[in-house]
């Protein structure tokens, strides 16, 4: 069998440090999502996926590492659902 050079190592390091990290995120997206909806109403603000996506958006810098990748994934998400019902 062939050794792995530590270039090899590192990328497969990081490729599963990225896959546990947007799995763990995948569990913040309905907070994130939710948390976003509840500062809009708050803050008076017409409900609109463009105006969630900028609230996540401007939300998700001071987030720790997990709840950004929730972040991103809830984005994602949003931006799916639209393009499904266009």
């Keep these: 069998m062939a050794r792995k050079t530590p270039e090899q190592l590192a990328k497969e390091f990081e ?3 990225a ?26 603000e017409v409900l609109s996926v463009e105006a969630l996506i900028a609230r996540i958006e401007q ?15 809830a ?3 949003l931006r799916q659902a639209v393009a499904k019902a266009s």
């Design 59 to 73: 939300d998700s810098g001071s987030l720790d590492v997990q709840v950004k990748a929730g972040a991103d994934e």
């Design 75 to 77: 984005i994602a998400r």
């Design 15 to 17: 490729g599963r440090k």
């Design 19 to 44: 896959k546990g990290l947007a799995k763990g995120g995948a569990a913040f997206w309905p907070n994130v999502l939710s948390n976003a909806v509840l500062k809009l109403v708050a803050a008076g």
